[in-house]
Each structure stands twice: as structure tokens, then as C-alpha cells.
């Protein structure tokens, strides 16, 4: 073969490494790029959606909804519209709290509720069912205990009681009811025998 045979071949390597050559030469090298400071800019967004928190036995555990939610690229957090964490505890009655809006940490371990919050209990086992209410919720999703430090109102059968703050722990069924506690507690609810 002569060299004008290879003549095409030898022209469109030399092109072909120039182009490479010009081009690694012009873009920037990864390691002199600063790294982007990230923002509390919304990175996501989702309309309808659902996390479920599985137990170790792969049963429901925790389940969040919201009608719309934004995630921030900084902090991780969830901005959401009219959530609801629903707990299920195999042998006690399940627990769902809701919110106008809410605040639900990167890891989903902490959710809070604002506005129009609420906290009900189903009933069960000669429990009456149990409702609060309140402005804000804290709710601490992998401890089941819920909180306020705004001031609460707690409607449980025909009970009524008012208060400057609460802790609910939902494992325990204990509540501690904080500041200038105001009640009136349902004559039916204070025989011998009734539950707690």
C-alpha cells in the first residue's frame, strides 16, 4: 500500500486527537471546582406521596402522608401540606396526628405539626377514644412520644381538660400535662375498674 491510501485514515486521527487534546485543555479540572455551598433551595418536589417506617419484622410501623411536600437541599428537611403520621402498635390502638402544614426531618425520625394540629388515639381495650388538640405538635416518630409546649385541649370520652403543654408517650400510655392544667373528668370515668 502506498501512502496515499492511508492518507484519509492518518488525517482524521491527527483531527481526532487535536479535537481531544482542545477539549481536555478547555474544560476545568474537578479538582480546582470549589465545591457549591448547598442553599436552602427546594431540590425536590411530590404531590400525594407516603413514607412507611417498616419494624424489624417487617411490619407497618409509621406511616407519613402529605398532600405536597418540598425537599430543601441544605438541611434535608421536608416542608409538607396537610400531614398525618399514622403509628401502629400490634396489641394498642393507633395513634394518628395531623397538621395544615409540617416540618419532617432528612431522616424522618422527627415531624412537626402546625396549625389546626391534632393527635387521636382509636379506642381500645376499655379505653375511650382520645383526642388533642393544639397549634404545634412535636412529634418524635421513633421514640412514639408527642409534644407541645403551646397550649393543648385533650377530649377523652366525656372528659375535658385544658393545659399549657403536654408529653404523651404513646409505648408507655403515660401523659404529663404541663403549666395551668384545667379539667372536668366524666363521672364514668372514675368508677372502680375503669382503665386509665
Known sequence: MNLLQWLP?????????????????????????????????????????????????????????????????????????????????????DVTSYGDTGVIKGDGSIVDLYGNAKVLRDPGAGDPAMAAYSEHFHVLVNDDIVETEKPVKLVRGQSLTTANGMIYNNVTREMRLLGQVRGQIAASETLPGSSK
Not at 486527537?17 to 457549591?36: E, I, M, V
Not at 436552602?40 to 400525594?48: G, I
Not at 410501623?61 to 434535608?76: C, G, L, V
Open 9 to 93: 485514515v492518518l488525517a482524521m486521527a491527527a483531527i481526532a486527537g487535536g479535537t481531544y487534546w482542545l477539549l481536555q485543555a478547555n474544560l476545568p479540572s474537578l479538582a480546582h471546582q470549589a465545591a457549591r455551598p448547598k442553599t436552602h433551595t427546594p431540590d425536590y418536589f411530590a404531590d400525594h406521596f407516603s413514607i412507611t417506617t417498616l419494624d424489624e419484622t417487617g411490619q407497618t410501623q409509621y406511616r407519613i402522608n402529605a398532600t405536597k411536600m418540598t425537599h430543601y437541599e441544605d438541611d434535608d428537611n421536608i416542608d409538607a401540606v396537610l400531614p398525618s403520621i399514622r403509628s401502629f402498635t400490634p396489641g394498642k390502638p
